[in-house]
């Protein structure tokens, strides 16, 4: 469906992903960073892919200043974010919406109730009317009893996300098939776009953090985290928010937290 999102532009997308993070890791930079940045890394692939001039053609990576007009900046503005979160044909609000409500948020939503069933697109040649949008087929689809609730609070935020395609190329759509990328967030806020959501999302940073400073305990106590942990977060969080949400910070305060140094003794 996307021929120019060929085998080398999904290598380097992936690669985009693992030498950002490995550039937070080394220069100790905040992790804020993955929410957005004024950076990220690319070959000739992928800039060429992305639109950004000045790369030489190649798999040669280089670390390249992000302008507006270039859409990009942290994860939500990486192709293999935004492909991974998308349909083979089409992009998923849904997917989209329920990334950064689990992964930036820490907030999952609940899975979808047994009845649920799949959205039904519209075939065009099968109907006379004229087709339902996507968004319209979406809004029909989530007055099903049982998904309204799921839905209102996941798809503005994958909504916002829409001026990217499937696989992450900007579009700006067209008179026929304009782009509807606004919505109201739980709460009431509204937001336009993905650069107001990202407003939104750095506004709420210390959620981020906190979810990412549980999942890297997680990570570092092998098991899942219980009531006991909520203070080891804290205290994690609270160094963070002191030293400028620094990489070094969240491991360093990881391993020098009780539950990392000290093992649980056995029933």
């Known amino acids: 469906y996307f021929p120019t999102f060929d085998g080398e532009v999904r290598r380097a997308a992936g690669d985009e992903v693992r030498n950002f993070l490995n550039h937070v890791r080394k220069e100790d930079r905040p992790i804020l960073d993955l929410l957005d940045s004024d950076y990220t890394f690319v070959d000739g692939h992928l800039a060429k892919f992305y639109g950004i001039p000045g790369v030489p053609p190649g798999r040669a990576v280089k670390k390249v200043e992000l302008k507006p007009e270039y859409h990009r900046g ?10 991974m979160t998308s349909h083979t044909f089409r992009t998923s609000p849904t997917q ?7 992964v930036i948020f820490g907030d999952p939503p609940p899975p979808p109730p047994a009845n ?9 040649k099968k109907k006379k009317k004229a087709p339902l949008t996507f968004r319209e087929q979406l809004a ?18 994958g909504f916002a996300l829409d001026n990217y395609n499937a696989v992450g190329l900007w579009r700006e759509g067209t008179k026929d098939a304009p782009l509807e990328v606004t919505g109201t967030l739980p709460g009431g806020v509204k937001v ?35 009531g006991q942990d909520e203070c080891t977060v804290n205290e994690v969080v609270a160094a963070m928010q002191k030293d400028g949400y620094k990489f070094s910070t969240l491991v360093q305060e990881t391993v020098k937290s009780v539950p990392f140094r000290q093992r649980r003794a056995s029933p």
């Open 116 to 124: 649920a069933g799949q959205l039904k697109e519209d075939d065009p």
């Open 96 to 102: 989209r919406g329920k990334y950064v409500l689990e």
């Open 74 to 83: 942290g994860l939500l503005g990486m192709s293999a974010v935004l492909a």
């Open 140 to 157: 029909q689809h989530a007055t099903q009893a049982g998904c309204s609730g799921c839905h209102n609070k996941i798809d503005p935020l």
């Open 192 to 226: 336009n776009g993905a650069a107001e959501l990202k407003k939104v999302i750095l506004s709420r940073k210390d959620e981020f953090v906190r979810t990412m400073a549980a999942k890297v305990l997680e990570y570092a106590l092998g098991r899942e985290l219980d």
